[in-house]
């Protein structure tokens, strides 16, 4: 069964501290994403990445990393850098065409405690 | 700048009836538009989207109309269910560039 797994569904983190999010596609999709979701705020880019090896930053990049080192996986690494990290994050792939948009997986949502 | 706006937060429909909600835009780069559907703690599902070459779009019981002179597109759903209450996120994309998301507008259908 094909899709996007984000892992964990929750993560705690405390003040200073770096996590990383999981996300694995196994749809061969080549273009992955990563938004965050604030109430009110609808969805924000954070990075992408349209080819292994290569990513860009989206509008929200401060205090966060990414890697592609494979076409499977695009994790993404939250920094202490990052001032306001609780938020609901959404990871992303995109299908044959733009008509068909983007497949997500099911987010994660990070606390700092 | 938002370059797509959803004005209504929220938006109440009973059960039945049309349920309309409203997406501008002020990129005249934008070439599709699409709506997805999000349930609270889970990702968004595409529901339905349209060419910038079209003005309408149906499936089902959801049609995307696209006013271009306006900016501006409206999700339709005849007839609303109570399964359709949930937050509907507009967005567009110019060219091979990532979607842009609108704020959203969170439906309730009402039994």
């Known amino acids: 069964d094909g899709g996007i797994t984000q892992s964990p569904k929750y993560l705690f983190r405390k003040e200073g501290q770096n996590v990383t999010l999981s996300c694995e596609q196994n749809l061969n999709h080549d273009a992955m994403y990563w938004y965050r979701q604030d109430p009110g705020q609808g969805l924000r880019l954070i990075y992408y990445?349209?080819?292994?090896?290569?990513?860009q930053k989206g509008d929200i990049a401060e205090g966060y990393s990414v890697s592609r080192e494979k076409k499977e996986s695009f994790p993404l690494t939250v920094t202490s850098a990052q001032k306001n990290p609780t938020a609901f994050y959404l990871c992303?792939?995109?299908?044959?065409?733009?008509?068909?948009?983007?497949?997500f997986g099911s987010g994660t949502r990070l606390t700092v405690v | 700048d938002q370059q797509v706006k959803q004005n209504s937060p929220s938006l109440s429909v009973q059960e039945g009836r049309i349920s309309i909600l409203n997406c501008d835009y002020t990129n005249s780069m934008f070439d599709y538009f699409l709506w997805y559907k999000k349930y609270p703690a889970e990702g968004p599902t595409f529901l339905i989207s349209i060419s910038s070459i079209k003005d309408k779009n149906e499936d089902g019981r959801f049609t995307v109309f696209l006013n271009k002179s306006a900016k501006h597109l409206s999700l339709h759903i005849v007839p609303s269910q109570p399964g359709d209450s949930a937050v509907y996120f507009c967005a567009a994309q110019p060219g091979n560039t990532p979607l842009v998301f609108g704020k959203g507008t969170r439906l309730s259908v009402i039994a």
């Open positions: 990445s349209q080819i292994v090896n290569d990513f």
């Open positions: 992303a792939s995109l299908a044959g065409g733009p008509n068909y948009g983007y497949t």
